[in-house]
């Protein structure tokens, strides 16, 4: 069978090249990914004079304020990489907008911006990533750069497409990233791992009653206990997705 | 060399700032480290690309170390380089030894470089083919031509009603044959809920990693499919009918999940995020 005729225009050229090399980098990032090491016997050293005063101490750091480039503290957002965040602006509440830069060289998903910057750190911007934490939080970090007037204006216009829609400057477009449309498209798996990046340091400053990820659930009365699945990776055993149970239980 | 001594090495470098100001000791062992984790991740990457290029492999202490140093420099000033101070305050704020915690660090520095430089030198992307598979598995596979979407015009009104009729034949039969735990990661996908979170991995009886295993797979499996019943069709209006599909299976998924008592937990953690957005939560 053949499908009904449409009329098409197809994806300008600039945007399939940005696709194709942010999957060369991504296809290289995933067989670069570590197996679980584990610790070495190296005795604790955590004594060693000259360890504990080593890094800058964050109370000296400058106040946050907007424009500025800050690396993270990796005791605030939990993750085992270097964070980059840009500070955008300051909210009328006193918190700050500010967006994570990301780890790749080309702009993944609709809301990432190419910065132009050579620092392998500092080219690609994610403001569709963007959050809004308080000072003290966003302060638990050293200050690395400033941006420029027009870097501020180019993220800013990008931020306000990601939240209200309409149109972007052309040439501010071409230094995005092509629509993520296809459900199976690689950068879902991308945009999933970036999601919880900083979304912890938002959660934890806002005025809200209960962690959303720490929310603990009580079993109604009459609801027979459930069992976790198990350990089950698709075809490692008998049933490994539990889909019998699965099926009987639609 | 002995841990308390090549953890001095490290505090040393830190100290100085620059390699070449340090010891030549601390020299020979920061040097030694750097080259020991870029051969490491060049050879992980040859082993599972099989690609032959011998080239990286050539690259000498000085280089690696080189590479390392100058990879996370903002600017030529102390706080450009802060990305030492993070590597070190890594070590205060962990319970593990400060040597594995800082080469733990530096480690994954590594990473990015070595990945930096197979983009650069080994696997530039404009030998990416857009026919190319993404995912191994045969002809039926993915391809770079089948992500990006053409522009429908509106003139093809009648033709979308049938892509509309044989989307919804087709996401009532996906829909059928769904696992609950698919059923699930769809819910919380279309409902903006993280597959992540406790309660979409209580409803669905499984763990993170494989929720999200089993939520791609769905897609891949959904999308060629349909590739494949239509082999003679140019990948836009295929991609089109997929995106329907899709939507009609979520359409299903959430009349299915609304009144279960098991994924009541993922409605509330939606209601709860739309009202944080828009920010009408008092």
């Known amino acids: ?47 060693h004079p000259g360890v504990g005063d080593m890094a800058r101490p964050l109370s000296g750091e400058p106040e946050v304020s907007a424009g500025q480039i800050r690396l993270l503290a990796p005791d605030i957002c939990g993750c085992e990489r270097l964070v980059y965040v840009a500070v955008l602006r300051r909210e009328p509440d006193g918190r700050f907008l ?31 990533n963007a959050q809004t934490v308080s000072a003290d939080i ?3 970090s050293w200050l690395a750069d400033e941006l420029t007037g027009p870097e501020i204006k180019e993220a800013m216009a990008v931020y306000s497409h990601v939240i209200e829609g309409g149109d972007l400057d052309s040439e501010l477009e071409k230094r995005t990233a092509p629509p993520l449309i296809h459900p199976a498209d690689p950068r879902h798996f991308y945009k999933d791992e970036e999601n919880g990046l900083v979304s912890s340091l938002a959660v934890g400053s806002l005025v809200w009653p209960e962690r959303a990820d720490e929310e603990r659930e009580l079993p109604m009365a009459a609801e027979p206990p459930e069992t976790y699945g198990s350990d089950d990776v698709p075809g490692s055993g008998e049933d490994p997705d539990g889909d019998e149970e699965d099926r009987q239980d639609r | 060399m002995q841990t308390n001594a090549i953890l001095g090495c490290w505090i ?13 000791q601390v020299q020979e062992q920061l040097r030694e480290f750097a080259c020991s984790r870029f051969r490491k991740f060049v050879r992980q990457y040859f082993d599972r690309t099989g690609c032959t290029d011998a080239r990286p492999l050539d690259h000498d202490e000085r280089d690696a170390w080189h590479l390392f140093e100058a990879h996370l420099v903002v ?4 706080r450009g380089k802060c990305y030492k101070d993070w590597l070190f305050a890594r070590a205060q704020c962990s319970n593990d030894p400060a040597l594995d915690v800082i080469q733990g660090g530096a480690t994954l520095i590594m990473r990015d470089v070595v ?3 197979l983009k650069q030198h080994v696997q530039p992307w404009n030998v990416i083919s857009m026919d190319r598979p993404l995912v191994s598995g045969g002809d039926d596979s993915l391809t770079l031509h089948d992500l990006l979407p053409c522009v429908v015009d509106p003139s093809s009104e009648a033709a979308m009603r049938e892509y509309e009729q044989l989307a919804t034949d087709r996401g009532n039969r996906v829909f059928c044959d769904m696992t609950r735990r698919e059923r699930v990661a769809v819910l919380a996908k279309a409902t903006g809920v993280s597959l992540s979170h406790k309660a979409v991995l ?23 499919a349909i590739k494949l019943d239509f082999p003679d069709d140019d990948s836009a209006s295929v991609l089109a009918l997929t995106l329907m599909v899709v939507d009609e299976v979520k359409g299903r998924v959430l009349e299915w999940g609304r009144d279960l008592k098991t994924c ?10 739309a009202c944080v957005e828009s920010g009408s939560c008092s």
Request: proline letters at 5%; a neutral charge.
């Open chain 2, 202 to 224: 209580r409803a669905a009886g499984s763990r993170k990693s494989v929720l999200n295993t089993v939520y791609h797979a769905l897609m891949e499996n959904l999308a060629s």
């Open chain 1, 138 to 140: 966003l302060g638990r």
């Open chain 2, 115 to 117: 990945r930096e430089f």
């Open chain 2, 75 to 78: 600017k030529a000033t102390k």
């Open chain 1, 98 to 128: 500010f967006a994570p830069f990301g780890r790749f060289s080309e702009p993944a998903v609709p809301g990432e911006l190419l910065t132009g910057r050579d620092t392998v750190c500092l080219r690609v911007l994610c403001l569709w």
């Open chain 1, 1 to 47: 069978m053949k499908l009904p005729a449409l009329n098409l225009d197809p994806a300008p050229e600039w945007q399939k090249e940005r696709l194709a090399r942010w999957l060369a980098e991504w296809e290289i990032d995933r067989s670069l990914a570590d197996e679980a090491g584990g610790r070495s016997n190296v005795p604790d050293d955590r004594n």
């Open chain 2, 12 to 24: 040393e470098w830190k100290r100085f700032c620059a390699l070449g100001l340090c010891s030549e």
């Open chain 2, 264 to 273: 009541a937990a993922i409605w509330r953690l939606a209601d709860e995020t």
